[in-house]
């Protein structure tokens, strides 16, 4: 597949090649944008298309050929019962009604024939294109008769007018628009249409259930991404789906239970440390407030805040449950936190305000953010809404920002922007990827922009 890649490319380059090629790339690009983009949308295709071009294919040679070729051959052999009549009018001797002939015509041939004093042929009527009828039945009477003649084959009638000029007279006969061609040609067409539909309704269901599966282990996979509970998720359809769904729950397990070991290395860590700051805490309040005790306190306190951030970031947002959440009522917590504080901080909320989240991470990605707008700017807006099923939430501020080039930088851990922010401010250098993180458990993530306010904008997106 390689080699042939490299040849198309190849062959690609030469000047002769290049309309084709860059016809077909332009026929490939059209047509991927107009076809459906759902697994059972293009199944359905695949399934329906064939029977199609089938029966258009089949249609057309019946039509055609079969169709044609007999009712060809019930014209001529109506212009051939009418030629003998004509023989017979003009070759042997007739009783003065030609009452012979008429019953004849009606008993034998099963025709109403009437010959009439001779008088002009009425002018042609206007001719449907696709009229077979009269094609088949003028082109016989023209090969078999070689008379002027008069055909009427338009209107719903069941019967056919026939005159054919003879030499004394007008001979006049009406058959049946049956005994011209073949009028069953329906029946073929409507079992074939009727059984093709049966057989695609039942094809449907049948595909439907194959599809189902895929669409549960897509949704599985998703809400799993999202952070959400996956329940009653087991695997099924066929072999290929089978074992892709085992695939996910052992993946789904491993991951599980490695968060949990963990967290409960984490957990113990915490224990252990927080012991051991305890003490160091007790310790420094017997000692005298003296320059040096003050700056070990100092130093315990932000050893003690720097743990707390390495354990959030190291745990996540654990196993917290996603709940219907007032984003609203969310941000105005954090506005009457920040201004407890001493910060100004203001935020809005447009529309509905309610989403499926995770309330306490999501507070925490939120505060994270704001604590940011603050530490670096004097001013910090905060801005929410619900589009198309996303929530948006925008915090921007008048900070001096963070260049375009350093921005991705800034959501690595531990990763400190000095020459960008202010020096002599203290922190673990997380609170950016914890909020990013947060963001993804959700499934959706966090962007850095240019802020109208001159400074940074933090863009958090993600599934309401």
Request: glycine letters at 6%.
């Amino acid at each position: 597949m390689r080699d042939l890649a490299a040849k198309l490319r190849h062959a690609a380059d030469f000047k002769p090649f290049r309309p084709l090629v860059s016809a077909y790339r332009s026929v490939s690009r059209f047509v991927y944008r107009i076809m459906p983009k759902g697994l059972f949308t293009r199944t359905f295709l695949i399934i329906v298309a064939p029977i199609v071009i089938l029966q258009s294919v089949l249609v057309f040679v019946f039509m055609e050929r079969h169709y044609q070729l007999v009712s060809r051959r019930m014209s001529e052999a109506v212009v051939r019962e009418i030629a003998a009549v004509v023989y017979v009018l003009e070759n042997y001797p007739q009783d003065p009604n030609h009452t012979k002939v008429e019953e004849l015509a009606a008993r034998a041939l099963g025709m109403s024939m009437t010959v009439l004093p001779l008088e002009p042929l009425p002018a042609p009527t206007p001719k449907p294109f696709f009229d077979v009828i009269d094609k088949e039945l003028s082109l016989a009477i023209s090969q078999k008769i070689g008379k002027p003649f008069w055909i009427d084959t338009v209107g719903r009638s069941r019967f056919v007018e026939i005159r054919i000029q003879l030499e004394n007279s007008i001979l006049r006969v009406f058959t049946r628009r049956s005994q011209t061609y073949a009028s069953n040609s329906h029946i073929f067409l409507v079992w074939m249409f009727s059984t093709s539909l049966v057989l695609v309704f039942i094809a449907l269901l049948f595909l439907r259930n194959q599809i189902r599966p895929i669409v549960r282990l897509a949704d599985a996979a998703e809400a799993f991404g999202k952070g959400r509970p996956v329940e009653n998720f087991r695997a099924s359809g066929a072999r290929e789906v089978r074992r892709a769904s085992l695939a996910f729950i052992d993946m789904r397990r491993r991951i599980e239970r490695q968060i949990e070991q963990r967290t409960t290395m984490l957990a113990g860590v915490s224990h252990d440390l927080r012991t051991i700051l305890t003490r160091l805490r007790l310790q420094l309040a017997f000692l005298e407030k003296t320059p040096e005790s003050e700056a070990m306190r100092k130093d315990v306190d932000e050893m003690s805040n720097m743990l707390e951030d390495y354990l959030a970031f190291a745990s996540g947002d654990g196993d917290e449950d996603i709940q219907l959440t007032d984003i609203a009522l969310l941000l105005e917590e954090l506005e009457e936190e920040a201004e407890i504080s001493g910060h100004a901080v203001t935020t809005r909320f447009e529309g509905p305000s309610e989403a499926e989240v995770k309330r306490l991470s999501m507070k925490r990605c939120l505060s994270n953010l704001v604590t940011n707008g603050c530490k670096y700017g004097n001013r910090v807006d905060v801005h929410g809404t619900i589009e198309r099923n996303w929530l948006v939430i925008t915090i921007d501020d008048d900070g001096p920002g963070i260049p375009e080039d350093q921005r991705e930088i800034a959501f690595q851990a531990f990763h400190r922007l000095d020459l960008a922010r202010n020096q002599d401010e203290t922190g673990s250098g997380l609170g950016l990827s914890i909020a990013r993180d947060i963001a993804r458990s959700h499934g959706g993530d966090l962007y850095l922009e240019d802020s109208p306010l001159g400074g940074l904008r933090a863009k958090l997106r993600v599934p309401a």
